[in-house]
Structures are given as structure tokens and as C-alpha cells.
T-cell receptor, first 114, second 113 residues
Framework: GAGVSQSPSNKVTEKGKDVELRCDPI?????LYWYRQSLGQGLEFLIY????????KSGLPSDRFSAERTGGSVSTLTIQRTQQEDSAVYLC????????????FGEGSWLTVV | EDKVVQSPLSLVVHEGDTVTLNCSYE??????LLWYKQEKKAPTFLFMLTSSGIEKKSGRLSSILDKKELFSILNITATQTGDSAVYLCAARGNTGTASKLTFGTGTRLQVTL
């Protein structure tokens, strides 16, 4: 696609429910990143994919968070048993290759846990 | 642990003023430094810097990197209300096969009439 596409753009969920956030990177981009931004805060790195593998998942805050990428394209970030502190904007970004290249962000998925 | 620190945290200026935003970084195996502008949700790319002392310029915005002192600045001249945004600095490090951007918390710029 022309840009990084994320869905849903907004999600309100009840505490304890599972959510899935989807990211469709720019066509041909092999590197894909997930970041989280809480209100008024900077971007917090979650996980990075090169192709379908995740060389760096050091930012995932707990075992309730997982992500996968299939076909070297679409990625899904799953949050199980959501908590109120999970409320944030989840931003996906992609770059042509890993390292040294510009990364482009999607519009984000705004998650609110009530 | 990789770290990026931006200053000031926020800034209010009058239209027409010139502003300088600061970014210092400590990352493992530094590769590049990037500046983004965030108005709503998605940060939009401004500059990528890899070499010291070479200014990158785009209209009223310019940026330069000092790899010896580990910092970068973003200058905006003749500011306009449309420049109001959060400006994010990010440093790319490279550890093994991994490559990630570490972001600062941003500088919130407000340009008033």
C-alpha cells in the first residue's frame, strides 16, 4: 500500500478482554516496528520484525503482549487480559530494510481499556 | 540501556521567532539520528542524520548532528502557527542483527500569533 495502515483506529475494551491490533506495512518494507505512546509520553519501543522473525522483542512489557508477522507483511499485536495501564496509542512503522533507513509510521490504534 | 533526551520539554514562541530544539543520545553502535514532527497521531519524518557537521535543510527547518558530543539540534526559523507540534528525536542503534529506534519524550512547540 501507499502508507502504513493500522486497524482499528480506535478500540474501547473492557478490562480483562483480549485485543488484536493489525498493521499492514508499506509494500516491500521488510522491517516492521511496534511502538506504544501513552498520553503525553514519548514513544516506547515494543518489538521489531525483520521479515517474519523478531530479533528484538525486548520492549514487550509483559507476557500478556505478543506479536507475530506472517508472509513478511501484515503484523498483529495481541494484548491478552487487558489492563487499564495498557491504554495508549499503538503505533506501527515500517522501513525498507533494517538499519540506516527512514521508518514511516501508521496513524496508530488508540486503545482505551475501561 | 539506550537513551535519548530532548530539551526543552515544551516551548511557547511568537510567530516569526526562531527556535532551537536539542537532542542528546546514548545508544549502542549508533547508526543514525532522526527527527519527526507529531501533530496528531502519526509522526511524520523530517530528517535523518548520519554524519557529523553536515547540515540538512528543508525550507525553514534545518538540523545538524555532532557525533563527538552525541547531540543534534533542530532549528526552525520564522516560525508559523502550523509549526505547532511535538518534535521527536530518535536514535538508531544496532546490536547484532537487531536495529531499533529509541525515542526521546519530545519537545512540545506552540507558536502563537
Amino acid at each position: 500500500g501507499a502508507g502504513v495502515s493500522q486497524s482499528p483506529s480506535n478500540k474501547v475494551t473492557e478490562k480483562g478482554k483480549d485485543v488484536e491490533l493489525r498493521c499492514d506495512p508499506i509494500s516491500g518494507h521488510t522491517a516492521l516496528y511496534w511502538y506504544r505512546q501513552s498520553l503525553g509520553q514519548g514513544l516506547e519501543f515494543l518489538i521489531y520484525f525483520q521479515g517474519n522473525s523478531a530479533p528484538d522483542k525486548s520492549g514487550l512489557p509483559s507476557d500478556r503482549f505478543s506479536a507475530e508477522r506472517t508472509g513478511g507483511s501484515v503484523s498483529t499485536l495481541t494484548i491478552q487480559r487487558t489492563q487499564q495501564e495498557d491504554s495508549a496509542v499503538y503505533l506501527c512503522a515500517s522501513s525498507l530494510v533494517a538499519g540506516g533507513n527512514t521508518i514511516y509510521f501508521g496513524e496508530g490504534s488508540w486503545l482505551t481499556v475501561v | 540501556e539506550d537513551k535519548v533526551v530532548q530539551s526543552p520539554l515544551s516551548l511557547v514562541v511568537h510567530e516569526g521567532d526562531t527556535v532551537t530544539l536539542n537532542c542528546s543520545y546514548e545508544v549502542t553502535n549508533f547508526r543514525s539520528l532522526l527527527w519527526y514532527k507529531q501533530e496528531k497521531k502519526a509522526p511524520t519524518f523530517l530528517f535523518m542524520l548520519t554524519s557529523s557537521g553536515i547540515e540538512k535543510k528543508s525550507g525553514r527547518l534545518s538540523s545538524i548532528l555532532d557525533k563527538k558530543e552525541l547531540f543534534s539540534i533542530l532549528n526552525i526559523t520564522a516560525t508559523q502557527t502550523g509549526d505547532s507540534a511535538v518534535y521527536l528525536c530518535a536514535a538508531r542503534g544496532n546490536t547484532g542483527t537487531a536495529s531499533k529506534l529509541t525515542f526521546g519524550t519530545g519537545t512540545r512547540l506552540q507558536v502563537t500569533l
